[in-house]
């Protein structure tokens, strides 16, 4: 199976920082790769597929990139909404896995 | 709009079986592979099984296989997880999921239910 990982594992910023998630796949995924974010108590909401493509009303804020092994989410500009935490998801083969989580709250 | 609605979960002892069940609505279900995922509480998720829209192709993750059984009956717009042999390390929410396509493979989640409680103890 895929193993993914994430860096940090939580993090604290202000209100307008950008802010960079790290996800990285045990072996090469080409960009079958997912972002979630899941706000406390609420069902995980896609945010990217393809590794960079934005979803249908995630704002643009919001972008991917990376392809193989190494992703990334940039936040470009935290808000408070985005107080939440983060996955990402290989769906390159099943079983599909996931990454641990990020935590991002508001410094 | 598409819904998916959760149900049959609950309390039950280690070592006996559950059935979950998802009702869908809002969009053509045969034509859309479907899959399960949970999520322990205050944890991280974990794909457990998929199914594609005619029913020929499914998986499972590992911590399942030969335990869980899904199924579908497009005619009742219904998809199953059948849970034998549930074990404490099942307890989780169970969310059932809409795949992007008819295919299980290749799929990321985006249209999610709200999600059922299964707690395994004695």
């Known amino acids: 199976d895929i193993q993914m990982t994430q860096s940090p594992s939580s993090l604290s910023a202000s209100v307008g920082d950008r802010v960079t998630i790290t996800c990285r796949a045990s072996?090469?995924?080409?960009?079958?790769l997912a972002w979630y974010q899941q706000k406390p108590g609420k069902v995980p909401k896609l945010l990217i597929y393809?590794?960079?493509t934005l979803q249908s009303g995630v704002p643009s804020r919001f972008s991917g990139s990376g392809s193989g092994t190494e992703f990334t989410l940039t936040l470009g500009s935290l808000q408070p909404e985005d107080v939440a935490t983060y996955f990402c998801?290989?769906?390159?083969?099943?079983?599909?896995?996931f990454g641990p989580g990020t935590k991002v709250d508001i410094k | 709009e598409v819904q998916l609605v959760e149900s049959g979960g609950g309390l039950v002892q280690p070592g006996r079986s559950l059935r979950l069940s998802c009702a869908a609505s809002?969009?053509?279900?045969?034509?859309?592979?479907m899959h399960w995922v949970r999520q322990a509480p205050g944890r991280g998720l974990e794909w457990v099984s998929g199914?594609?829209?005619?029913?020929?192709?499914?998986g499972y993750a590992d911590s399942v296989k030969g335990r869980f059984t899904i199924s579908r009956d497009n005619a009742k717009n219904s998809l199953y997880l059948q849970m034998n042999s549930l074990r404490a390390e099942d307890t989780a929410f169970y969310y059932c999921?809409?795949?992007?396509?008819?295919?299980?493979?290749?799929?990321?989640?985006?249209?999610w239910g709200q999600g059922i409680l299964v707690t395994v103890s004695s």
């Open positions: 999921i809409k795949g992007p396509w008819s295919g299980y493979f290749l799929s990321y989640f985006y249209s």
């Open positions: 998801q290989n769906y390159n083969s099943a079983p599909y896995t």
């Open positions: 072996q090469g995924i080409s960009n079958y």
């Open positions: 199914i594609s829209g005619n029913g020929g192709s499914l």
């Open positions: 393809e590794a960079s």
């Open positions: 809002g969009f053509i279900f045969d034509d859309y592979a």
